[in-house]
């Protein structure tokens, strides 16, 4: 079965980082592809950070690129979502999807999901 975890949101000021963490369980990440999403309050949800660790691409949305990394760490099966220089309209629930295959910018293709964590960023 797979399931996927998130952690690591809270709230921070704005210049601030954080680090999200996404554990994988049932899945291989050679020939899964991670994305991270964000839903902000009455906005529609948006990929953040996409990668592929079968041919290792990665996507980086434009508002985020220079502050936002994809990395993870095989060994402990977990993705992770580092956040530099936080702003105000960072602030969303941060979610962790998987696919087979490549990454993928939309968020029908992502067969598995976590939870979510929150991430609200201060003036």
């Known amino acids: 079965e797979v399931q996927l975890v998130e952690s690591g949101g809270g709230l921070v000021q704005a210049g601030g980082s954080l680090r999200l963490s996404c554990v994988a369980s049932?899945?291989?990440?050679?020939?899964?592809?991670i994305g991270w999403f964000r839903q902000a309050p009455g906005k529609e949800r948006e990929a953040v950070v996409c990668?592929?660790?079968?041919?290792?691409?990665?996507y980086v949305a434009q508002s985020v690129e220079g502050r936002f990394t994809i990395s993870s760490d095989i060994a402990k099966k977990t993705a992770y979502l580092q956040m530099n220089a936080l702003r105000p309209e960072d602030t969303a629930i941060y979610y962790c999807?998987?696919?087979?295959?490549?990454?993928?910018?939309?968020?029908?293709?992502?067969?598995?999901w976590g939870q979510g964590t929150q991430v609200t960023v201060s003036k």
């Open positions: 999807a998987a696919r087979p295959g490549q990454e993928a910018l939309d968020e029908d293709a992502y067969d598995y």
């Open positions: 049932g899945i291989s990440f050679d020939d899964y592809a």
């Open positions: 990668s592929s660790f079968s041919d290792d691409s990665t």
